[in-house]
RNA sequence: GGUCCCGUAGCUCAAGGGAUAGAGCAACUGCCUUCUAAGCAGUCGGUUACAGGUUCGAAUCCUGUCGGGAUCACCA
């Protein structure tokens, strides 16, 4: 089959037309930028004579180069206050002196408003970090999200790129859970059809009642070797059938001209498959008998699937992924024809003359799209419609994401709109969370080339990278709890890899240079943590008192890279959720670690200078790594307790 | 050909319309007698594909061009 992963979106589909959450932004209390951009709108509006809405007002972290924590932009309001930059800025700096308990000082450039807080503020920020549990993560909607992921087919193992459909998929169901809502996962199962029919057939003819535990293969691998037999076979046997006189009849007769013998038997092959194949007539014979319910073909495929399956789970679990419920297409291929009826009823779709049915969506700038086949039969989408009605029926979600590739935007696109047209309720909360394939320096992975790098060599061989390094390093921990640090490490480095790049973008998997565990990398991250861990250990052991932070006020600017990193935390989360992009929540991890590591190497922490500063600096590590490893149980990476 | 997506350092990727576009890798150079060097710091590397436009301000928004990809099945 062509395409691995059998689903796909469209981006006119914006988060904004299709998410009610959207409007809810929640931040936790006190927060430092809503509290300026109030007070910021509120002095503009009190100098101009009009009401600014705050949420207009553009609040940064201050650059570097200039005194300062945060920046108002006052560039959009000079025309409206009728002021000169720098006279708007310094009345709106003396009214935040004035009325605010929190601004210290402030200074200006061009339209920039630089604010310096207090030093009070920063001890609250970190205070109410760690004293709010699960920091970061949102209350309660009472809405439902479902996410679909994964949607393998069972005739061969998992790969590369449902590596990356599994980790997106989980991540961003964290993420969500995270942002308040009640999310179900769920994966769709492609478990009939030709393609398991093949390797059943060749199971059958050249199997001798083998099986995995025979074989000591994983179920998956065990029947996705005979899906490969298979077409071994059928090679074999059409390069035999090319030797015939009726071959050869035939490329003289359809050739095109200047087309070589070799180039027209390539493109004649589904065809050949179709009409010539001995194999060919066989697989369709062994579908025909499936859809006939004959008992001993569905004896066999359910044994088939029932081994794939327990390969599936291994896999999995090695992914740390799961769901709250499988649906199986073997279930779902006949469903849709109800809606197809109410679609004539309503007006939605309309009947040819051959009988089938359509939906023309050339006002949308989309074709029209057939529905229902001439012979009453299902196609594709239509049980995408029956399946969509189902899950709203099983769990009542007004929103459900479809994790799939974004070779299938176009499918999503004319899924959605028709769903929208025939008046679903979720039809506005519909996404398709599309992302790019993974491709080989090569370029795209074929199974016919044996490119196709398979997810469970790719967790093995990551494994081995971080097995030896950790033995490079010399570790000083043995035994299952070196093991299992090693595996956290391991798939960590393969997490972060795969999820901080933005979910669009198509990337590139070089498994020459594998993936890295120095660097912008998952362990990078696990290693800030393990720092913090190793430090809290002895502060406990040593009955360390952090009740003395409060005394510490001259703050370093390390410290307060880091509390505004900490500040932002909750909002990434919201952004993430927003945006179905787990990459945010990556790439900020990744940050909070290195302004970490910064601090460890330019300021001392157990030996600080006197004991509230260590206290500060203890505390202030104790929030980096509760907020360090909420962040990366988002993305589905654990810690390990050493490195 | 139509539609959609993408084009940022040699490579892999960041950057809510905001100040001098940042990281990692690779190459070179320093830093372990102080909390773990899977770390830190430095050097090198950019006309953000190109051309216009909008704006006080554009990698970001708009138009066009070029390049890459996907898709345009009564396949799933």
């Not at 001993?296 to 992914?319: H, I, P």
Request: a negative charge; charged letters at 25%; hydrophobic letters at 40%.
């Amino acid at each position: 089959m062509a395409h691995e992963q059998l689903r796909r979106s469209s981006r006119r589909l914006t988060y904004r037309a299709s998410c009610p959450g959207n409007a809810i932004t929640f931040a936790h209390m006190n927060d430092i930028v809503l509290a300026l951009q109030q007070e910021v709108a509120a002095a503009i509006a009190q100098l101009c004579g009009q009401s600014i809405d705050p949420s207009k007002v553009q609040i940064n972290p201050t650059v570097s180069e200039f005194k300062g924590d945060y920046t108002a932009v006052l560039f959009p309001f000079v025309k409206l206050a009728q002021k000169a930059p720098e006279a708007l800025g310094a009345e709106v700096g003396e009214r935040l002196l004035r009325e605010t308990t929190y601004v210290k000082s402030y200074n200006i450039a061009k339209g920039f408003l630089n604010l310096e807080l207090k030093e009070h503020f920063w001890h609250e920020l970190l205070q109410e970090v760690l004293a709010t549990p699960g920091y970061g993560r949102h209350p309660r909607r009472g809405e439902c999200v479902l996410v679909e992921y994964s949607s393998p087919n069972t005739n061969k193992p998992l790969h590369l790129g449902h590596v990356r459909n599994c980790l997106l998929g989980w991540s961003c169901s964290q993420i969500l859970d995270a942002a308040g809502y009640d999310v179900i996962k769920v994966q769709i199962i492609n478990d009939r059809g030709v393609a398991i029919c093949k390797s059943m057939l060749a199971w059958q003819k050249f199997g001798q009642g083998r099986t995995p535990q025979t074989e000591g293969l994983k179920g998956d691998h065990f029947v996705g070797d005979y899906y490969v037999l298979f077409e071994q076979k059928t090679q074999e046997e059409y390069a035999a059938w090319q030797q015939t006189p009726e071959a050869q009849a035939l490329y003289e007769a359809h050739r095109k001209p200047e087309q070589s013998q070799k180039e027209f038997f390539k493109e004649y092959k589904n065809r050949w498959f179709n009409e010539h194949s001995r194999l060919g007539a066989e697989v369709r014979d062994l579908l025909l008998r499936w859809e006939a319910g004959d008992p001993d073909t569905l004896a066999l495929w359910r044994q088939m699937n029932s081994w794939v399956y327990e390969g599936f789970e291994a896999t999995y679990a090695q992914l740390g992924v799961c769901f709250d419920k499988n649906y199986y297409e073997s279930d779902t291929y006949l469903l849709g024809k109800n809606i197809v009826e109410e679609g004539l009823q309503k007006g939605v779709f309309f009947k040819k003359a051959d009988g089938s049915v359509w939906i023309d969506l050339s006002d949308a700038g989309y074709d029209q799209k057939v529905v229902l086949r001439a012979d009453g039969t299902s196609v594709y989408i239509t049980q995408d419609m029956g399946t969509a009605r189902m899950r709203y029926e099983d769990f009542g979600c007004q929103r459900m994401v479809y994790v799939v590739a974004d070779e299938q935007n176009y499918h999503f696109a004319v899924l959605f709109e028709t769903l929208r047209r025939l008046g679903e309720p979720y039809a506005e909360g519909l996404y398709h969370l599309s992302y790019g394939l993974v491709e080989l320096p090569t370029g795209r992975m074929k199974t016919r080339e044996g490119t196709v790098v398979d997810a469970d060599d790719l967790i093995a061989e990551v494994l081995q990278l971080a097995r030896q390094q950790a033995a490079e390093r010399g570790s000083s921990i043995e035994g299952p709890e070196a093991e299992e640090n090693i595996r956290r490490i391991a798939m960590g480095a393969l997490k972060f890899f795969m999820i901080r790049v933005h979910p669009k973008r198509r990337m590139v998997f070089n498994p020459e240079e594998s993936v890295d565990l120095q660097g912008q990398t998952g362990p990078y991250i696990q290693y800030s943590w393990v720092r913090i861990h190793g430090l809290m250990q002895r502060a406990e052991r040593e009955g360390i008192q952090l009740s003395a932070a409060a005394q510490y006020t001259s703050l370093e600017p390390q410290e307060k890279e880091l509390l505004k990193a900490l500040r932002e935390y909750p909002s990434v989360v919201l952004t993430a959720a927003q945006e179905y992009d787990p990459s945010h929540v990556a790439n900020y991890a990744y940050q909070l670690a290195k302004n970490y590591h910064r601090l460890w190497h330019d300021l001392p922490i157990f030996n600080a200078p006197s004991p509230e500063v260590r206290a500060f600096r203890l505390q202030l590590s104790r929030a980096v790594a509760q907020t360090l490893e909420a962040a990366l149980h988002l993305l589905g990476i654990e810690m390990p307790q050493r490195m």
